[in-house]
């Protein structure tokens, strides 16, 4: 494997998404957190394509338009079920077997996480997303991935405590009295 040029280069992708994850989920902005998302995730699909994992790499790509259409459109139903369509078309048309799955549990977490939810709520069924594809990159093998979804559910973790933090310093100043 480790002489595989496409392996290699699945890594190597991984990698770069590992980087761009850690900035994502470091930012206690929503619509930064997405921004940067979209170029993880182009380095996801890349991965996915180079490992030969179709369902996740086609569910990547939809990931990228689902974040763009989820700014767009927050907490809109009918798009939201559009694009959980999508996936499930996507995922059975690449469909290559079990290990798929994750993928696919990952896009349905990641979908009505982003379309429905802000704040912590948002980040923890991205966090559970992150579980989901972490599986995913495990069962074909690819290292960079994985570790980058680790990483992400940490620092999503501690942002999730930061957010927390600050919304109960906020509360605390607003109850005060003058």
Avoid at 23 to 39: C, H, P, Q, T, Y
Wanted: aromatic share 8%.
């Amino acid at each position: 494997m480790l002489g595989d040029p496409a392996a290699l280069a699945g890594q190597l992708f991984g990698l770069v998404a590992l980087a761009l994850c850690i900035v994502s989920f470091a930012n206690k902005g929503d619509e930064r957190l997405m921004l940067l998302l979209i170029s993880a995730n182009m380095a996801f699909a890349l991965q996915f394509l180079f490992f030969q994992s179709w369902t996740a790499a086609a569910l990547t790509v939809l990931v990228i338009a689902r974040i763009e259409l989820a700014r767009r459109y927050p907490r809109n139903t009918r798009i939201m079920m559009g694009m959980l369509a999508a996936s499930a078309v996507a995922a059975a048309l690449t469909w290559q077997g079990w290990a798929d799955l994750p993928a696919l549990v990952a896009m349905v977490l990641g979908t009505v996480g982003m379309f429905m939810l802000r704040g912590i709520p948002m980040r923890l069924f991205l966090g559970l997303a992150a579980m989901a594809w972490m599986a995913s990159h495990i069962l074909i093998g690819a290292v960079g991935g994985a570790l980058a979804e680790a990483l992400v559910l940490i620092t999503n973790m501690i942002t999730i405590y930061r957010i927390h933090r600050t919304n109960q310093v906020l509360k605390a100043a607003t109850t005060q009295p003058v």
